[in-house]
């Protein structure tokens, strides 16, 4: 069956612009999870949504980055105001409650 | 607060040769332990897993054995391949509601034909 699909692949921003991630879980996935991987931080927890509680958001490096989860199903992360330092491979992952997560492929951002 | 601590890499090993990449956590309770590999170009995927203390995961080849007392769960395998090429994650979940994965930085680990 269909993966955790992300989009884009690759992103190449210019800095100070905003961006926006999208991930499309595994369908029935109620946990969806976003990581960020990068050179000298490995991988880094950023948010997490379960259902219908409250997001999870302590991973967050700062008040730039947001992320929303639409109707249970779809999230998309936004960063704003992107600085060189947002430059990075984000993950997404999706699982059923407590279960195994399935990583999507990523997305690289890549901010000049 | 919680922690990973694995070997830095890279490791480069001839095929056929045994593996070892050592992984030591930092945990309040009980938390479950973790492998993941990334291969190249392909996204990161769950190798092994174990949930409490003395457990062994094992797929593909590996072992990791869940050790209380010494906080470790060590990556071992007996005859690596040149697929096994890949960066390796260890990891570990508090296992509550809270079910966030926290990642090791990765060793990169390369099989020479």
């Known amino acids: 069956g269909a993966g955790v699909s992300q989009s884009p692949s690759n992103k190449v921003t210019e800095k100070g612009k905003d961006v926006e991630l999208r991930c499309d879980p595994i369908?029935?996935?109620?946990?969806l999870y976003w990581y960020r991987q990068s050179l000298g931080q490995g991988l880094e927890f950023l948010i997490y949504f379960q259902g219908n509680s409250a997001p999870d958001k302590s991973g967050l490096p700062s008040d730039r980055f947001s992320a929303e989860r639409t109707g249970g199903s779809v999230s998309t992360l936004t960063i704003q105001r992107t600085q060189q330092e947002d430059s990075a491979v984000y993950l997404c992952?999706?699982?059923?409650?407590?279960?195994?997560?399935?990583f999507g492929p990523g997305t690289r951002l890549t901010v000049t | 607060g919680d922690s990973v601590t694995q070997m830095e890499g890279p490791v480069t090993l001839s095929e056929e040769a045994f593996l070892t990449i050592n992984c030591t956590y930092t945990?309040?309770?009980?938390?479950?332990l973790f492998w993941y590999v990334q291969y190249p170009g392909e996204g990161l995927q769950l190798l092994l897993k174990?949930?409490?203390?003395?457990d062994k995961g094992s797929n593909k080849g590996f072992e990791a054995t869940y050790r209380k007392e010494t906080t470790s769960f060590h990556l071992e395998k007996g005859s690596v391949q040149v697929s096994d090429s890949a960066v390796y994650f260890c990891a570990l979940s508090a296992g509550n509601r809270d079910d966030k994965i926290i990642f090791g930085k990765g060793t990169r680990l390369h099989i020479l034909p």
């Open positions: 945990a309040t309770g009980y938390p479950s």
């Open positions: 369908s029935g996935h109620t946990a």
């Open positions: 174990a949930t409490k203390a003395d």
């Open positions: 992952a999706s699982s059923l409650a407590m279960g195994e997560q399935y």
